[in-house]
């Protein structure tokens, strides 16, 4: 008697278990353990990473008591001196590894460090978008939130990458948090909040200046609708609160900046003028391309489920959408801001052609347009639906993370083939974009600075490097040379660049295309010495 009714406890029990739950913490554990074995591959392949060593050269000025030198240098990063003072973490780390254990800071054992804390950040980043989630839906609609947004390949792209988008994600998503978990009252008789929230968007735009949109976003959220007399008041000094906030970090960083004999605002002031790829008629097409080519089953299935907010916004009782007061007036500030804020950057960069749209930046409204998607269906009851969404997202995640641990970097491969900074003297560069300004990689070091270090040629040797660095421009595609009749092939392999999602950072339409006809790939020739004039590369 006693066994058949521990048996049936035990049956009870599995029958109140929560199997979306289940399946929800299932998916995000898989998620997370499928990005750690994404992590150490790809570090430094982007221009802008190489910003990262402006932070490891302020530890080193730190560390010899320069403080001055120090700030200048945490100040060299263009207008981005939020990420590199928040990269002293790992920067450190990288340091005391170098002093302890004599490992190189600028190898991909030393770096990944860096690489780590995106991990980390990628997972408050989710926990911070779940808190707003479930303040907005239900416990399972918000789920389904989790699971889409995870599951992006926007969301995924930069893990390996020393950048700063998802560090300012980090503080947008917190102040969002803010205004929707508040909503309901506090925000509106507390100034706190909108201090605490203009505090925020200020470090947003700190660590990554292409975000300035995200203060004024933000600013949008905390509007009361609809606006009377009482609430315009309210609304006035919940203004000037968050302005206060917002100002007083830009201040701080300025103040810190003059320590150095430098400017922050004077750096920032200038940076629209340094933005020379992609392409301003692509200002009102490119999100819709990102999301059809980049993110392809999910990226369509977000654009059908935004018509349907969009237009169960305008006619609810036609669709028979039913909402409460309080959460109609949170769906429509969220579509408001997310079209006002698309639409404003992407008449700048059509209209203004002062900005070109990147999947970076994109990567800015992601999280509001899964918001603003679940929005429109969260008064659908059926689970099926909620399961085809999940079965979909993970199927967009699979196919995205496949093809990311395919990518090959040249860099990573080269310092596998033992060739090391600096270069060995006699070097040949050569590559098939025909762009004359190509950015040439520089290899990383040898993993330990007290070891002798062994090279994959001979000090006469010749080091032939074919599309050793940045493919831009892309202007047309030259034949990859062959020379295995006088010189050793080390390594070839696909460029980075024919990787999809990483098109959409630099390249225009045209250069998507040719990039799709002409694979790209890279070269390592060693030429002995004695064949070295045989070889003529133009």
Known sequence: MGNNTFTLSIESNYNKIDKENLLFYFIIVAILILRTTLIGKGLVSFIDEYRYFCTLDAVKQFSQGHFTQGIVALNSTQGRPGDAFIRLIPAVVQAAMFKVVHINTNTPTSLVTAAWMNWAMLIINIVLFYKIANALFNNRWSKVAVIIYACLANTNIYLRHILPYDMSMCFFLLALWLIIKDYKGKLFTNKLPAFKIGVFSGIVFVIYPGYFLAPAMLGLMMIELPIIKSSLQRLLVRGAVYVLGFGMVIMAFEITARIGGVSYLMSSSTLSSTITQGDFSE???????????????????????LLWSLVS?????????????????QRVLLTIVLMLGWLCYASLVYLGHKLVFYGRILHLFMPMLVLVCICGIANFKHSSIR????????????????????????????????????LPAHVIRYNTACGNDVYDYEPFQAKYSDRPNLAAANANDTLLLVNFGTLYPIRCHNTLVDIRNRGVLLAQGDDMSEFLPYQYEAYNSRERQLLKTWPYQFQIYTIPSQDRKAIKVE
């Open 313 to 329: 916004i305008l006619w609810p009782t036609r669709f028979g959408v039913t909402e409460t007061v309080e959460f109609r007036k």
């Open 283 to 305: 200002g009102y097409s490119f999100a819709a391309s990102y999301l059809i080519n980049v993110e392809r089953g999910l990226g369509c299935l977000l654009l059908i489920l």
């Open 387 to 422: 399961y085809i969404l999940i079965l979909i997202s993970v199927a967009s995640f699979l196919y995205f993370f496949i093809g990311y641990s395919k990518v090959i970097y040249v860099k990573d491969v080269a310092f596998d083939n033992k060739i090391f900074a600096p």
